[in-house]
Each structure stands twice: as structure tokens, then as C-alpha cells.
């Protein structure tokens, strides 16, 4: 005769859901001790999340389908991240979601490893 084993239900797991837009990759907020500034020709947006495929911003100027170039620097590094934005689409409050344009495979990869860091820093509170 086999038997199963019941499972324990005192465990208590932190688990961390998928996105539920549709984006491909996880997103993250930074944190106010160590904002993201984005810098473009006419203006500066401040990140409000960043994934390797994208980011929000907060801007009443920026219009679906509008590109632009900008650069920024990542907490974690002081080299210079350079690529275009696509803006997506518009959120509540006037939030842009962008896409990354011409992206680097090198840079993504420097914005994937601030992504998971972050997620770290997340989980140890």
C-alpha cells in the first residue's frame, strides 16, 4: 500500500508573483535614497520602475509612440547607460511606460543585475 504524505501547512513561504501587465521581464522600484534620473535633450524624468525591457516615468509631455534619446546611471554603477525610449503607453496619473530602443546587450545586462539586487534588497524585509 503507498500512502502520501501530507503536506505541511505551517511553512510560510514568500513568494513573488509574475507581473500581471505585459511586460516580459520584472520590474522594480528604486528607492528614494537612490533614485534613477533620466536625462534627455529637454528634460529630466525621474524612474518610477525599471525592468531590462523598460521603464515609467512620470511626465504631462510625452505622448504614445514618441521616441527620445537619454542616458542614465544605475545605483549600482557610474557608467553611462545611452539608448532610446519608445513611450507605450500612458498609465493614471500621466505615467509613461517606455521601452527600450537600441539597447545594448551589455547595458541590459547591467540593468538586469541592478533589477535583481533590488529584488534581493526586497526580500531581506
Not at 11 to 22: F, Q, T, V
Not at 32 to 57: N, R
Not at 81 to 92: A, D, E, S, Y
Request: proline residues 3%; neutral net charge.
Amino acid at each position: 500500500m503507498f500512502w502520501k504524505k501530507k503536506a505541511e501547512e505551517d511553512i510560510e513561504l514568500k513568494h513573488i508573483k509574475a507581473p500581471a501587465d505585459s511586460r516580459q521581464a520584472y520590474r522594480i522600484n528604486p528607492t528614494t535614497d537612490d533614485p534613477i534620473i533620466v536625462h534627455s535633450v529637454k528634460e529630466s524624468y525621474e524612474v518610477m520602475d525599471i525592468s531590462s525591457g523598460g521603464l515609467s516615468v512620470y511626465s504631462k509631455t510625452l505622448k504614445v509612440e514618441n521616441e527620445l534619446d537619454v542616458e542614465f546611471s544605475l545605483p549600482i554603477s557610474l557608467e553611462k547607460i545611452v539608448t532610446r525610449l519608445k513611450v507605450l503607453k500612458l498609465g493614471k496619473k500621466n505615467v509613461c511606460h517606455c521601452q527600450f530602443i537600441s539597447l545594448s546587450q551589455d547595458m541590459e545586462d547591467k540593468i538586469h543585475k541592478y533589477v535583481l539586487e533590488r529584488q534581493k534588497e526586497d526580500l531581506r524585509f
